[in-house]
């Protein structure tokens, strides 16, 4: 397999520029002012994986945005690699906040990247890495070095939760079936500190509304006599943690796992700096669930968080006004064992029973999805780990991230597979912020590795 690196050598303008062509159409699925685009990216993808080599690729239309699937058979013997990922990317607001336009991509080196960095909406989540295994799978095809069958499903709806994957996947077992599944939308501890992600938290998403009066009130008519429903809000989503910022809802940690003495140790010797992290991110303290150490409250404990809220009046100037209404968007983070239907039934009931008399409370659910934790002694996490040994030089340590992608634990359900979590991306490349990026090393090194997953996992599957 030497001959992956003097390709990549070779090669790398033509997978930069072929990834800053994919990277200029704004695959926005959240936003249907983009509909033409996003359409357009999955016939794109489509393209790039009939050129990379596989036997057929075919657009699957849902209600939704298209699933492109594409597959390589070469033996029935072999073992098959299923690759997912996604084509979709997150709306790029606040706009103002980038210094160059989110797709209009252009090449910067940071501190973190010195060779460069591809910056662009979907850079590193996840047109970078998706696209890492589509030119890991030319390189492949072309050298005659395809060990086993490969299977690509590249969906357009990861960012809105994957309604439709979930229907096609259900619908589709055995076109889908698999050995293990491969995917690239995670990140690494440090270019230097190669890592792969062996969990994945689960998350619920609600939406609340709070009513008070039935108009808009002028603030020194009627303030102080009715409830004002953005002090109310605030006042509800305050009670949501206590002084040690738990988490209230009754029931809210009933099933979550506790991790051993020993787990957490072990958790503990991943190499982390406390001073640069709150100097990355300009604060002078951390903030978070008392007895859990930064690196636990972003994984292995479960979280609530406020992601926007507003009413009243914002525009220029004062307006003194009482709003009618008040909105929030809340997520919550979840980790195995809590499933996400309950926990969206227990804030409703918990949200709804804390609101005082004089206003009325709508709790919406959006999406959620389940936790996922891999084990480290399957085919596919060995195979994983000797292919960063390989391309690193180093093992790679094990880390539960803190990000969700739900449709992982639906995989396991419906396709009865593993998944392995090989994500290249930096926890400051910036991923759904203004000045997303990818960096060009990291880009390439997930090229190099992918072809050796496939080589260890076939060779340790016989
Ligand atoms: N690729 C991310 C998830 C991720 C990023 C996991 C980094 C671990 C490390 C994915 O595209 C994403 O953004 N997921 C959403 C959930 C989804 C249902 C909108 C998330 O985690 O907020
Ligand atoms: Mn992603
Ligand atoms: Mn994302």
């Given at each position: 397999m030497d001959t992956i690196s003097s390709y990549i050598s070779e090669h790398k303008d033509r997978f930069l520029q072929e990834l800053i062509d994919l990277l200029k159409v704004p695959s926005i699925s959240a936003d249907s002012a983009y509909k033409e685009d996003t359409f357009k990216t999955a016939e794109i993808?489509?393209?790039?994986?009939?050129?990379?080599?596989?036997?057929?690729?075919?657009?699957?239309?849902?209600?939704?945005?298209?699933?492109?699937?594409?597959?390589?058979?070469i033996d029935k013997n072999l073992p098959t690699i299923l690759v997912y990922g996604h084509y979709d990317v997150q709306p790029p607001d606040p706009l103002d906040l980038w210094h160059s336009p989110p797709f209009d991509p252009v090449i910067k080196s940071t501190d973190l990247h010195p060779d460069g960095a591809i910056f662009a909406r979907g850079a590193c989540d996840d047109k970078g890495q998706m696209y890492m295994h589509v030119k890991a799978l030319e390189f492949m095809t072309s050298k005659d070095k395809l060990p086993c069958n490969v299977k690509f499903m590249i969906e357009g709806e990861e960012e809105v939760g994957s309604a439709n994957l979930a229907t096609y996947v259900a619908a589709n077992r055995e076109k889908l079936e698999n050995d293990v599944i491969l995917i690239s939308d995670t990140g690494m501890i440090a270019n230097d500190v190669p890592s792969i992600t062996t969990g994945l938290r689960g998350l619920s998403y609600v939406e609340v509304e709070v009513t008070g009066p039935n108009r808009d009130l002028h603030s020194g008519l009627y303030g102080g006599a009715v409830a004002n429903p953005i002090n109310v809000l605030t006042k509800m989503i305050a009670l949501l943690h206590d002084e040690n910022n738990h988490i209230t809802i009754p029931g809210f940690y009933d099933k979550v796992e506790n991790l051993s003495e020993v787990e957490r140790a072990e958790m503990a010797k991943a190499p982390f700096s406390l001073e640069h992290y709150k100097k990355a991110l300009d604060i002078d303290a951390v903030y978070g669930e008392e007895g859990y150490t930064t690196n636990e409250r972003n994984s292995i404990r479960p979280t609530l968080d406020v992601n926007g809220i507003w009413g009243g009046y914002t525009g220029e100037g004062a307006k003194t006004v009482i709003a009618s209404k008040a909105y929030a968007k809340i997520s919550m983070r979840l980790v195995p064992h809590q499933d996400w239907k309950d926990i969206t039934q227990l804030f409703k009931t918990h949200f709804e029973h804390i609101a005082p008399a004089g206003v009325k409370v709508k709790v919406t659910p959006h999406h959620g999805g389940q936790g996922y934790v891999t084990p480290i002694d399957s085919i596919g996490y060995r195979a994983a780990s000797k292919a960063y040994e390989k391309t690193f030089g180093k093992t790679p340590i094990p880390q539960r991230s803190g990000g969700s992608i739900p449709i992982v634990s639906l995989f396991e359900e419906e396709l009865n597979s593993k998944t392995i979590l090989m994500g290249f991306g930096l926890d400051s490349d910036a991923i759904h912020s203004p000045n997303e990026h990818f960096g060009i090393w990291n880009y390439l090194k997930g090229i190099e590795t992918i072809p050796y997953f496939y080589k260890y996992f076939t060779e340790l599957h016989q």
């Open positions: 993808v489509k393209e790039r994986l009939m050129e990379a080599g596989c036997d057929t690729v075919e657009i699957c239309e849902t209600k939704g945005y298209p699933i492109v699937y594409g597959e390589k058979i």
